[in-house]
């Protein structure tokens, strides 16, 4: 079965780095696009960043461009998220997310990872 | 930039009663082939998302028939013909943009149970 499985958060100083990484199994992970989706704690969900099947594609929202990279490893069946410069408002459960296309298009997120929870506090 | 709302955005209801969640959008999703990539998803308490229905109208697999999707343009329901109990959670809109692609999702519907 489809899973998703996210790790590397942590409590962090503000202004420093994290790593996340989401382990995917149970399909074949180089043909479908990803993305990374947060929530901060008690908040809604907010978009973060999308990468394309070989990495050629990213996107990034804009609370996060130019601190963030998304990157996949596909040998690895492993997706990515470096975090710099984080602020105490990146604080939140960063969930990993693979997404469908239909018709060429994207449509829809099908699986969810359980969530990492990233900490940004002195 | 896109703007999500949904109404309410608290909702209380008895088991066996009807529920309408509506979601607008501050521009058409309505694309060129016909599509409306506008998807609902559910967040149970302690949970991840979990996908409701996709483009608008379309139930996900193992979503109960209870659940549907409406709508075209900027304006959506969700609809849930008769309450369970395990359908207390948040419920969200999300619209996909695809130049350049990106999701942005509604503030999310907190329904629970009388």
């Known amino acids: 079965q489809v899973q998703l499985v996210e790790s590397g958060g942590g409590v962090v100083q503000p202004g420093r780095s994290l790593r996340l990484s989401c382990a995917a199994s149970?399909?074949?992970?180089?043909?479908?696009?990803m993305h990374w989706v947060r929530q901060a704690p008690g908040k809604g969900l907010e978009w973060v960043a999308f990468?394309?099947?070989?990495?050629?594609?990213?996107y990034y929202a804009d609370s996060v461009k130019g601190r963030f990279t998304i990157s996949r490893d596909n040998s690895k069946n492993t997706l990515y998220l470096e975090m710099n410069s984080l602020r105490a408002e990146d604080t939140a459960v960063y969930y990993c997310a693979r997404a469908i296309l239909v018709a060429g298009r994207q449509a829809y997120i099908d699986y969810w990872g359980q969530g990492t929870l990233g900490t940004v506090s002195s | 930039d896109i703007v999500m709302t949904q109404s309410p955005l608290s909702l209380s209801v008895t088991p066996g009663e009807p529920a309408s969640i509506s979601c607008r959008s501050s521009q058409s999703l309505l694309q060129s082939n016909g599509d409306n990539y506008l998807d609902w998803y559910l967040q149970k308490p302690g949970q991840s998302p979990q996908l409701l229905i996709y483009?608008?109208?379309n139930r996900a697999s193992g979503v109960p028939d209870r659940f549907s999707g409406s709508g075209s343009g900027t304006d959506f329901t969700l609809k849930i013909s008769r309450v369970e109990a395990e359908d207390v959670g948040v419920y969200y809109c999300?619209?996909?943009?695809?130049?350049?692609?990106?999701?942005?999702f509604g503030p999310g519907t907190k329904v629970d149970i009388k």
């Open positions: 149970g399909f074949t992970f180089r043909s479908y696009v």
């Open positions: 483009m608008g109208s």
């Open positions: 990468i394309w099947y070989d990495g050629s594609d990213k």
């Open positions: 999300m619209q996909v943009l695809q130049t350049p692609p990106s999701f942005t």
